[in-house]
T-cell receptor, first 113, second 112 residues
Framework: NAGVTQTPKFRVLKTGQSMTLLCAQD?????MYWYRQDPGMGLRLIHY???????AKGEVPDGYNVSRLKKQNFLLGLESAAPSQTSVYFC????????????FGNGTRLTVT | GESVGLHLPTLSVQEGDNSIINCAYS??????FIWYKQESGKGPQFIID?????DKRQGQRVTVLLNKTVKHLSLQIAATQPGDSAVYFC???????????FGTGTSLTVIP
């Protein structure tokens, strides 16, 4: 049981390049989330999904897109990377409904130069 | 103490002592709270949770206290060990799509 798996673990991009971060969970969770973590700012929600085929914006969605084509996968895309997107990105998943704890992956460290 | 907004950045304790990490939350409508532990290079790890109909919950060496009157949450770690050194986050559930808002974290250092 791997839980939440994120790939890649590290990535360096040049400004303007694009990339996709992949998140996979094997816990049959309905909900999935993408957060970014910056020093002194805690975790901020980018986008989330309450089920296959559905996505919604979180607190800081600009510059990112997401897709949830399969229940177990949640993809985060950066179409044109900017230095302000240098961060550590965490994917999480949870069971359906309120009051379900989030289970996190180990993160992707992205640097945009 | 830490808040979903403000934070106490660091806390140092001697091994074997008890640790208390505090968190002030802002939304009186929040009804579910979680403490997470994050070690360097890893994702946040669930420690303990509490619902708003409770004021105390105990786990193994950890206790969470909830004071809804003053919107305050605390995590107590008994007999702190070097392996407890990490950043601790509180999170409140806004009950919208199971979204959580996280505090900025408190870094706990255990001195052997």
């Amino acid at each position: 049981n791997a839980g939440v798996t994120q790939t890649p673990k590290f990535r360096v991009l040049k400004t303007g390049q694009s990339m996709t971060l992949l998140c996979a969970q094997d816990m049959n969770h309905e909900y999935m989330y993408w957060y970014r973590q910056d020093p002194g700012m805690g975790l901020r929600l980018i986008h989330y999904s309450v089920g296959e085929g559905t996505t919604a914006k979180g607190e800081v969605p600009d510059g990112y897109n997401v897709s949830r084509l399969k229940k177990q996968n949640f993809l985060l895309g950066l179409e044109s990377a900017a230095p302000s997107q240098t961060s550590v990105y965490f994917c999480a998943s949870s069971f359906i409904g309120a009051n379900s704890p989030l289970h996190f992956g180990n993160g992707t460290r992205l640097t945009v130069t | 103490g830490e808040s979903v907004g403000l934070h106490l950045p660091t806390l140092s304790v001697q091994e074997g002592d008890n640790s208390i990490i505090n968190c002030a939350y802002s939304n009186s409508a929040s009804d579910y709270f979680i403490w997470y532990k994050q070690e360097s290079g890893k994702g946040p790890q669930f420690i303990i949770d509490i619902r708003s109909n409770m004021d105390k919950r105990q786990g193994q060496r950890v206790t969470v206290l909830l004071n809804k009157t003053v919107k305050h949450l605390s995590l107590q770690i008994a007999a702190t060990q070097p392996g407890d050194s990490a950043v601790y986050f509180c999170a409140e559930n806004m009950n919208t799509g199971n979204q959580f808002y996280f505090g900025t974290g408190t870094s706990l250092t255990v001195i052997p």
